[in-house]
């Protein structure tokens, strides 16, 4: 097995709002092998968007505060990362696609201008001109070509075109390149007419547009995980088709790493190789996709996947999970899911259950990748 | 999209059309203030005249208000404003004043935009914190100093202790080239004098200091407010995620939007910095508008200059409305949301 390109170990995060504190994450661990996709799903407020932007360090610390664990990006505890630092970690890096595209575009500035800072960031480090990210016990130069090995086991991205699109470039780029690889971008996206766009300010675009432009724009970078926080969630249900469609296909032809964040069920069954499911601030389940939605072994996901709509007025009136998210300033005790859960004794009340392997149910999935974080696992396919 | 170059034409055109009523209305409060309170006119205005003056104003007077108005309306247009009690015109002076005032004033506000701005994005940056603190203490104290203080202070301490002259526009009476513009180190650069240049510039920075130090607060302030504002947005969040780097997020991406509001204030503080002028420049001995308006007004024990004093209400009320047509114009050009109608 190759190094993960990122690889979370225990990590707790706490928000500090007035006299108390908020545990958002907790103890939250997961790898990200290179060219795949990870989803993680839950309600909302139990930390899995708190979990995505803690990767790149964009929480406002404070009040946010990392507690313990580690974030190992290439080598590099991104924890121990200097604020000063953390810039050339970004972009080429890491690169993320937000919930809001309404608002993570600059009102200010047109489209091709803010597009091509990321570009422009990208070509300056690969061609060693500024700074690039350079510490921890594996460090990595952005301005070193990797080489083809290397390529593969760090993923990077190609645009459709393969190798011809990768020659090297030792020259600063003129402004029409850096026109042309904007176009080329917004061409990727399935943008039809990418001059016009160019020349348009962000109010001037539909909101399907505008993700668009931010997915166009995250992998203009080329960065070596894609962190995707709830991409589709903000849009009307077409839309959210159209751009999920989009997804879908860049995640075939681009082959980055991805963490796939959503509250939707069905986006990550279609998107995700493997999905870690999050209640109150911990990964409750956490395997393959087909084995966690097919026989799931918690009964939170268990209830969730109940609880999803399916078709109209197909299968009789909607299930809810009974009870509610608990107030993180103030856990339950033990498992943070026994209040609500139908399976709760008394041993749940105590010890958190560790996140343990359970035995696989479909085809041919290697044993210890589908884990559970319940005591009673094989009582959960015979729930109601 | 009502954006094109030739929308904002119109758009200015339209703007500066507005502005003529507004001048017109000023004009008018000004004239009927000056003289409808005044009990025996002539005696107030020309105490020291001769004989001709004082008949020649009684026959004025004695007309039916609106005629007045009439004939002060035909003289103003005509460049006809009056003339001190030494027979000193008005209007040419004021020419060559005005000129001397928007330099000072344009100085001031360069240095706040170039020294206020930066240091309102550093108050927010470090908002709460040491950084704040500081930059709060320094542009309160600023808020805090009254001109006619600040003036003295700077000319009478700073000015010999930093080496910097704190009288007129150059070291001699008058340059050795023409004053075309009359703004001194315009017309320095005209003429091509290097040394008078340097002159002129080393003249202007104490009075555009003192002007600036104490109206800076209000473009920190704003600045401070509004990149509070925006920092949060997640534009902001996203230009970071870009791998740019903090200064690039703060001055490229929320600065620029933070500016918007700014940009409004500061046409606002404009009324602040002309009546600034007047201490300053009587201070600065600055041949601009601000010391003509403290003679006329018989500051320093000068002869009073009723014609003078009405002239420099009108200027002082036009300078007002312009900023505010500026900063009005700038807002539609800094927005790309707002449309240009």
């Known amino acids: ?384 | 999209m009502g954006r094109s170059p030739s929308d904002l034409i119109v758009f200015i055109g339209k703007r500066l059309l507005q502005l003529v009523p507004v001048i017109f209305g000023v004009i008018v409060l000004t004239f009927f203030f000056t003289h409808l309170n005044v009990g025996n006119i002539c005696n107030a205005w020309y105490p020291h005249a001769g004989e001709g003056t004082i008949k020649n104003c009684e026959a004025s007077i004695n007309q039916p208000i609106l005629n007045q108005f009439a004939t002060y309306l035909v003289n103003l247009v005509e460049g006809n404003w009056g003339q001190s009690q030494s027979g000193v015109l008005v209007y040419p002076y004021i020419a060559s004043a005005v000129p001397a005032t928007i330099e000072l004033v344009l100085a001031a506000l360069f240095l706040m935009v170039v020294v206020g701005i930066p240091l309102g994005v550093i108050a927010a940056q470090y908002s709460g914190r040491w950084g704040d603190h500081l930059v709060r203490i320094f542009y309160l104290s600023g808020w805090a100093t009254p001109t006619y203080l600040g003036a003295v202070v700077a000319a009478v301490f700073l000015g010999p202790y930093l080496g910097l002259p704190t009288h007129g526009e150059y070291s001699t009476p008058t340059p050795p080239f023409p004053q075309v513009t009359h703004m001194s180190v315009l017309d320095a650069i005209i003429a091509g004098n290097l040394p008078y240049t340097v002159d002129a510039i080393s003249h202007l920075i104490l009075p555009a200091t003192v002007l600036a130090f104490i109206n800076m607060g209000i473009a920190t302030r704003m600045t401070r407010a509004s990149m509070l504002e925006v920092l949060p947005l997640d534009y902001v969040r996203s230009a970071r995620m870009k791998g740019l780097t903090e200064f690039w997020v703060m001055y490229k991406h929320a600065l620029r939007n933070a500016l918007i509001t700014t940009t409004t204030v500061l046409g606002v503080t404009a009324g602040g910095l002309l009546s600034g002028t007047v201490v300053v420049e009587e201070v600065f001995d600055w041949p601009g508008i601000g010391q003509y308006a403290y003679t006329a007004i018989g500051g320093g024990g000068s002869v009073p200059n009723y014609d003078g004093a009405i002239a420099v209400v009108i200027i002082f009320a036009i300078g007002v409305v312009v900023a505010n047509l500026i900063a009005d114009i700038l807002y539609g050009v800094l927005d790309p949301r707002v449309e240009w109608r």
């Open chain 1, 1 to 384: 097995m190759t190094d993960p390109v990122l690889s979370v170990k225990n990590l707790s995060i706490t928000y500090t709002v007035g006299a108390g504190t908020f545990q958002a994450v907790v103890d939250v661990s997961l790898d990200i092998q290179p060219g795949r996709v990870i989803g993680i799903v839950g309600e909302t407020g139990c930390g899995k968007s708190t979990l995505a932007q803690a990767i790149p360090r964009l929480l406002p610390e404070p009040p946010a505060s990392i507690g313990s664990g580690s974030i190992t990006f290439r080598g590099t505890d991104l924890v121990k990362v200097t604020r000063r630092q953390m810039p050339m970690v970004r972009g080429t890096g890491i690169a993320m696609i937000f919930q809001e595209p309404l608002n993570s575009l600059n009102p200010s500035y047109r489209i091709f201008d803010q597009m091509v800072e990321a570009i422009q960031i990208r070509h300056y480090r690969e061609l060693g001109i500024v700074k690039t990210f350079q510490g921890g016990d594996r460090p990595f130069d952005y301005s070193k070509r990797p080489t083809p090995d290397v390529a593969s086991t760090l993923a990077r991205p190609v645009l459709p075109g393969g190798a011809a699109e990768e020659e090297v470039r030792t020259r600063i780029m003129s402004r029409s390149e850096f026109r042309e690889e904007v176009l080329k971008c917004l061409r990727l996206v399935r943008i039809n007419d990418p001059e016009t766009i160019l020349n348009l300010y962000p109010h001037e675009l539909s909101g399907g547009m505008r993700q668009r432009i931010m997915i166009a724009m995250a992998l203009s970078e080329k960065p070596a995980l894609l962190i995707a926080d709830e991409p589709t969630s903000a849009l009307d249900v077409t839309i959210q088709a159209q751009v999920l469609t989009l997804m879908k296909d860049l995640i075939d032809e681009v082959h980055a790493s991805i963490l796939f964040i959503s509250h939707d069920l069905g986006v990550i069954a279609e998107t995700a190789d493997e999905v870690g499911v999050m209640y109150a601030g911990r990964v409750v389940e956490y395997g393959p996709v087909d084995e966690v939605f097919r026989s799931p072994r918690h009964p939170y996901t268990k209830m969730l996947l109940a609880a999803a709509p399916r078709k109209y007025k197909a299968d009789g009136p909607l299930r809810s999970i009974p009870g509610n998210v608990p107030n993180l300033s103030r856990p339950p005790s033990g498992c943070r899911f026994h209040p609500r859960c139908p399976l709760a004794r008394p041993v749940c009340k105590g010890e958190n259950p560790p996140l343990a392997v359970v035995d696989p149910v479909v085809g041919d999935s290697p044993r210890g990748a589908h884990r559970s974080a319940c005591y009673f696992p094989e009582e959960v396919p015979s729930m109601p």
